[in-house]
């Protein structure tokens, strides 16, 4: 029987190590781009649409690439699993930051400026959907690109 991915140890290490490094480039982007307190805060916006992006991407082009060629470069199969957890879970997920968007929401509504709570909120949800479909439909084009031909559809003939 095989252990959950969720309890190994070298995949956990794997989604700390992506972790840190999304951690320390999202630190490093609030350090260079400040956000004035009270104001809508952009530097958390481009950070969390740019990784819906990434993101998107990332896992449309895994997908795809293991249809396309199953195993890939590795005879297991698993480098797969380890990019999506070292940069997806790890790194994009630390550079994505979700609870800032709740604090930052919070703030904007304790400092009187209900408007730009709602606006900040509500854009960055759906920009950042539409951002994830884009991230998708690149990451579509990449993993047929890298993976070989588009497999079928599960179901279809492909003659």
Same mark, same amino acid.
């Given at each position: ?11 956990? =290490?794997?989604?700390?190590?992506? &972790?840190? =490094? ?8 609030? =350090?260079?781009?400040?956000? !004035?307190? &009270? ?16 993101? &998107? ?12 060629? @199953? ?18 879970? &790890? ?26 709570? =709602? ?29 070989? @031909? ?6 279809? !003939?492909?003659?």
């Amino acid at each position: 029987m095989s252990t959950a991915p969720h309890r190994r140890a070298a995949l956990a =290490v794997l989604v700390a190590a992506g &972790g840190l =490094v999304g951690t320390f480039a999202r630190h490093g982007l609030d =350090v260079l781009f400040p956000d !004035d307190p &009270g104001q809508w805060p952009v530097t958390t916006f481009v950070v969390n649409i740019t990784g819906a992006f990434l993101l &998107g991407m990332l896992l449309e082009a895994l997908t795809r690439y293991r249809r396309g060629a @199953p195993g890939g470069p590795s005879a297991d199969g698993r480098w797969p699993t380890y990019v999506r957890l070292g940069v997806g879970t &790890g790194m994009l997920g630390a550079f994505t930051t979700y609870s800032t968007l709740a604090v930052d929401t919070d703030l904007l509504l304790h400092r009187g400026s209900a408007g730009s709570a =709602v606006s900040y909120a509500l854009a960055t949800v759906l920009v950042g959907a539409v951002a994830c479909a884009l991230g998708i439909a690149a990451g579509a084009r990449l993993g047929q690109r890298v993976g070989g @031909p588009p497999a079928a559809a599960p179901g279809r !003939d492909r003659s």
